[in-house]
């Protein structure tokens, strides 16, 4: 009797986890399909509404290749800087202690708790023509603001703690057994860190500087207010999708934010393949 009711509770229990988890996964998609699928398809089929060929000529455009091209060089110069200091800071914190280790932490994160558009507002209070340093930067002829470099700076500031937000907690976790084993048999900084350390973490270091990339390539705020919107020479992107959307050339802007929507599919792509080689590269590890 009591084995027939345990069986019969287990029984109830395994049902009733098998409707909750047959909720879960049908919210789960219906959310994605609702914030994530729908909007990928809109894009995608406004974007072809008015056709193949004027999918393609509104991406051969003058205005957006050059949007393309400044976007592209942004990135270029972008995410190779926040890659070396994201490896030199991710180095400091997780393999020695030094005064000021706390507070470094706090700068790498400060540009996820302030809004881009704010951070574009300082560039542009810093560097602008009324600025404190825009007087001097005007009487040599230096322009940061509404020009190329207040973009990439304003980049720079955005995508900043990427790469060494993925680096530090994979650098404490495998701890410094490695660095001092390499040190006994007489190693140097440099060896070490070439030969032990940074093979240690190429699979996350490659998926923070992903993770950079898309978002340098895709910031908006910041870099709508240091742009001044020059049509052309000042535009990228996303800055483009908004000027031609602001002037109803709807087939056009989706045309380039789907370029866009590409970027991070394939974004996606690649961080699901780099999670697959960091989980099984830690799992031969071990």
């Given at each position: ?47 072809l509404s008015s056709g193949l060929g004027a999918y393609f000529a509104a991406l051969i455009e003058p205005d957006a290749w050059a949007a393309l091209k400044l976007t592209l060089l942004v990135a270029v110069i972008s995410v190779p800087l926040n ?204």
């Amino acid at each position: 009797m009591k084995s027939s009711l345990i069986a019969a509770n287990r029984g109830a229990l395994i049902a009733e986890s098998a409707l909750i988890r047959t909720v879960i996964v049908l919210v789960g998609v219906a959310f994605l399909a609702l914030f994530l699928f729908m909007p990928l398809v809109l894009v995608f089929a406004q974007a072809l509404s008015s056709g193949l060929g004027a999918y393609f000529a509104a991406l051969i455009e003058p205005d957006a290749w050059a949007a393309l091209k400044l976007t592209l060089l942004v990135a270029v110069i972008s995410v190779p800087l926040n890659l070396i200091f994201g490896l030199a800071a991710a180095w400091a914190i997780a393999k020695f202690s030094f005064p000021g280790k706390s507070l470094l932490i706090t700068l790498i994160d400060l540009p996820f708790s302030v809004s881009p558009v704010i951070a574009g507002l300082i560039y542009v209070l810093l560097f602008g023509s009324r600025g404190w340093l825009g007087p001097w930067l005007s009487a040599h002829n230096i322009e940061i603001v509404f020009a190329i470099p207040g973009i990439v700076l304003a980049t720079i500031f955005v995508t900043l703690p990427f790469v060494a937000r993925e680096l530090i907690p994979l650098m404490e976790q495998q701890g410094t057994t490695d660095e001092e084993a390499a040190r006994t048999l007489g190693a140097g900084g440099l060896k070490i860190f070439f030969r032990v350390t940074l093979p240690n973490v190429k699979w996350g270091l490659l998926y923070g500087v992903l993770l950079c990339n898309a978002r340098a390539m895709g910031e908006f705020g910041a870099v709508s207010v240091v742009s001044g919107h020059i049509r052309g020479v000042t535009n990228t992107m996303p800055l483009h999708v908004e000027i031609l959307y602001n002037e109803y050339n709807f087939a056009a802007a989706f045309a380039v934010a789907s370029l866009l929507a590409i970027l991070a599919l394939l974004t996606l792509v690649l961080k699901t393949w780099l999670e697959s080689q960091g989980a099984g590269n830690g799992s031969n590890k071990h």
